[in-house]
């Protein structure tokens, strides 16, 4: 038995995901929602967060430059490639990240180009920022997403784009973009002079292929890439708030340092340096461990819906715990198939219409949950299913 295997009670703990599933449904409603992991986070974590816990001054407190040092190092070690420590900013989370290296540089009614569907919280950033959405849909093709160039070209020529965001690898879709597509996005938009905040969140969790972080790609990704981070999702420590910019250079970070500090924003917390310290240098047998058992719940999956789903199917995924399964075939309107999941087989789901009019006739699917639960999950759909055509 894995020790992921164990079926702990989150709901005493203020979990959102629980609370928001429950809210929606009833007490017994499953939550596959929401990007945190209901497995139980590194032992080593634990101990130097009762370690510190334990003297009792919570004062005013710097950031230890081990915060930055063990995530370089580990970033090293996962893809190869290197990082300097000192290029390293700290902020709250990623989502503020790049609400804010956004407001360094851009104007109202500057173009941002996303491609859908994708991570809805971009939009709403551009949205805060009234900056201009500029859309480059990504296109499913043979059940695989891919970039669509000659749309992404014609846009940067035509819509005053300033930056991309670009998410890597892809929330909901799953794709790790590999050196042939990173190259051609770069070359594109070094020759339209547009910054690309690379949001690089999931790029531990890969489960097929090699990531590749855009600011080593070659030279001109170099100049033209801002790169974000966490332990949020690697390590499931979203509370704690402790995630980094990787910038372009040392202008950059003075310029996003120099806005925090006018702003009085506080860039990190005491638990969250010390959680991060010690997931970047003591808990790699956890993160094996941990993506294991998401390739074995992966595998699962695929299994059960293959086989008693049909003809819900899952785009395979090649990163990430979220699992973006295509529903069209049920030939039900978006309102009817979150109903469906919710009222009928009682489990909660992203709908794929959050991440754009793109993801009309999706859901996307946590996996990052104790295989009991998971089986139980995917066992309620195939009862409602087998309701549903029979009735
Ligand atoms: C692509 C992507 N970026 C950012 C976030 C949120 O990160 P944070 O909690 O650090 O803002 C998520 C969470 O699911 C995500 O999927």
Not at 33 to 55: C, Q, S, T, Y
């Amino acid at each position: 038995m894995s020790r992921f295997d164990q079926l702990d009670d989150r709901t005493p703990y203020f979990s959102v995901k629980y609370e928001v599933a429950q809210a929606q449904g009833n007490e017994d409603t499953l939550p596959f929602w929401v990007a945190d992991m209901d497995l139980p986070v590194a032992e080593p974590i634990v101990e130097a967060l009762r370690r510190r816990a334990a003297h009792p001054y919570y004062g005013y407190t710097s950031v230890d430059p081990r915060f930055y040092t063990t995530f370089a190092e580990w970033h090293t070690r996962r893809h190869g490639t290197p990082m300097n420590p000192d290029l390293l900013a700290p902020a709250q989370n990623v989502v503020h990240a790049l609400l804010h290296v956004l407001a360094c540089d851009c104007q109202e009614g500057d173009g941002v180009l996303v491609q859908p569907p994708v991570y809805f919280p971009f939009y709403s950033i551009i949205e805060k920022l009234k900056l201009k959405r500029v859309d480059n849909p990504l296109v499913l093709k043979d059940g695989r997403y891919e970039m669509d160039f000659d749309d992404l070209e014609e846009k940067l020529k035509s819509e005053n784009v300033k930056y991309m965001i670009l998410c890597s690898p892809h929330n909901p879709v799953g794709r790790v973009w590999n050196e042939e597509e990173l190259t051609k996005l770069v070359d594109l938009c070094y020759e339209h002079q547009v910054h690309i905040l690379s949001d690089e969140i999931h790029s531990d969790l890969i489960l097929k292929g090699k990531h590749i972080p855009l600011h080593t790609l070659n030279d001109k990704a170099a100049q033209i890439t801002t790169s974000f981070y966490s332990s949020g999702k690697t390590f499931n420590l979203a509370a704690l708030h402790a995630a980094y910019i990787y910038m372009r250079n040392e202008e950059q970070k003075k310029l996003y340092l120099d806005l925090e500090n006018k702003w009085d924003i506080p860039l990190t917390q005491l638990f969250g340096v010390v959680a991060n310290i010690s997931a970047f240098s003591e808990c790699e047998g956890w993160y094996q461990e941990m993506m294991s058992y998401l390739q074995s719940n992966l595998a699962f999956l695929r299994d059960f819906i293959e086989k008693r789903l049909s003809p819900i199917r899952l785009i395979e995924p090649e990163s990430t715990f979220l699992m973006w399964i295509d529903c069209r075939e049920l030939g039900l309107t978006q309102a009817e198939l979150r109903r469906f999941f919710l009222k009928e087989a009682n489990i909660f789901l992203n709908c794929g219409e959050m991440f754009g009019k793109e993801g009309v006739g999706f859901m996307r699917w946590n996996i990052a949950t104790p295989r009991a639960r998971l089986e139980e999950g995917l066992e309620r759909v195939a009862r409602a299913l087998k309701k549903r055509m029979e009735g």
